[in-house]
């Protein structure tokens, strides 16, 4: 992002910079901004989002009040006719994740938010409901920006919330017990409108209409748990087994069977010596950042592809482009040289390859004038993050 363009007051943050964002509400308070998107027509409707719970392979749940089996009843897709044939007028939700890895137009959502690193963005998930539908108040432990794209919802918020906040028992929702509203902190959101809620916050939004469609714009933010035994166990995959415990040059216990202060520091300097390797540490996070959210759909070439057919087919007009949902980041590792990160994995190549790949610009004959271009185009078009631009036409 530019100087400019971090100094420049934007409609979608309610005509904050970039810069005032990030500094007083980014992961710190609420925000609610009318008009964030002005005029916003949903690149989706209610039908072509049940269309897509009814997919195999999509994710997909169903939230009911009052279902059949008991109350806030969950299923999952995916669904049929005869599921949405049997719902109520009011009190349901229906939400599909990552449907911006299926919608064109809903993908183009997420280069509004480029005042945000792109490897923090998760997907977009989208739900629509009638009059009632809600899925309870609760609170995320992640940051999302709540756009509505048709009808109204009502939200209200509750504050911020500890990890021990009670929750209701026997259901597959985590419903908070009590919920109290703070003040003024109760709107009903119009198309357009957006409210932002960082990680922790509590709150409850109900739909007001029978078009109600909220666009949830969500990131990641691997939790500490996760993050500790994934990075332990990349690092333990590369080191050899001679490293181990080692206690050289030790005096006689004074108790035998005592774990004493002295082991225990030897313990401790082992783990952190390991562990405490910063360029290391880059290569695990750009892995572990780039992780598609669906594995399964990357589709790997089943031959290797010739550099030089690729090349020819670049020259001959033809152009790549990035599989939905795939992920790119980059990390330099001196002046010349980059890890670029590409839906966990990493491949070294220029700077300027790099950024020219995670940046989005188009992936045609153009990047041939990077020696290393040939090389990595077909190790992304291989690993299926890149197809050919015919491919997805035809799809």
Request: one cysteine or more; charged letters at 25%; a negative charge.
């Amino acid at each position: 992002m530019s100087r400019q363009s971090r100094d420049e007051p934007l409609t979608l943050l309610g005509g904050r910079t970039a810069a005032d964002f990030l500094r007083d509400h980014w992961q710190r308070r609420p925000l609610l901004i009318r008009g964030a998107i002005p005029d916003f027509q949903s690149p989706l409707e209610p039908d072509e989002l049940a269309g897509l719970a009814c997919e195999e392979n999509i994710e997909a749940r169903l939230v009911e009040e009052r279902g059949p089996d008991g109350p806030w009843q969950v299923s999952h897709g995916p669904f049929d006719e005869a599921t949405f044939a049997r719902l109520p007028e009011q009190d349901w939700t229906l939400l599909v994740q990552a449907v911006d890895h299926y919608v064109p137009e809903v993908a183009e959502l997420l280069e509004t938010f480029d005042f945000l690193p792109s490897w923090r963005l998760d997907d977009i998930m989208v739900s629509y409901a009638p009059p009632g539908g809600s899925v309870g108040p609760h609170v995320d432990q992640y940051d999302v920006f709540l756009l509505q794209a048709s009808g109204q919802r009502r939200w209200q918020l509750g504050g911020e919330v500890g990890d021990d906040a009670p929750i209701l028992k026997g259901i597959d929702l985590r419903i908070l017990e009590t919920f109290e509203v703070e003040a003024d902190a109760d709107w009903v959101l119009e198309p357009g409108d957006m409210l932002y809620l960082p990680p922790g916050w509590a709150h409850h939004g109900v739909s007001q209409s029978s078009d109600c469609m909220t666009f949830s714009v969500g990131f990641r933010a691997p939790s500490a748990d996760e993050a500790v035994t994934s990075y332990a166990d990349y690092i333990g995959e590369q080191l050899p087994p001679s490293l181990r415990y080692a206690d050289a040059g030790m005096t006689p216990p004074a108790d035998p069977a005592e774990l004493d202060d002295a082991a225990l520091e030897r313990m401790r300097a082992l783990i952190l010596e390991t562990l405490d390797d910063p360029a290391q540490l880059a290569q695990w996070f750009g892995r572990v950042m780039t992780q598609p959210k669906y594995v399964d759909q990357l589709v790997a070439s089943e031959t290797p592809t010739d550099p030089n057919d690729l090349v020819a087919a670049l020259q001959d007009g033809e152009t790549l482009e990035r599989s939905p949902g795939s992920r790119f980041a980059w990390r330099a590792l001196d002046d010349a040289r980059a890890t670029l990160f590409v839906d966990g994995d990493g491949v070294e190549c220029s700077i300027a390859l790099a950024r020219a790949l995670a940046g989005g610009e188009p992936v045609d004959a153009d990047l041939l004038a990077f020696d290393d271009a040939p090389r990595v185009l077909t190790h992304l078009l291989d690993a299926g993050s890149l197809a050919w631009w015919s491919d997805h036409e035809e799809e």
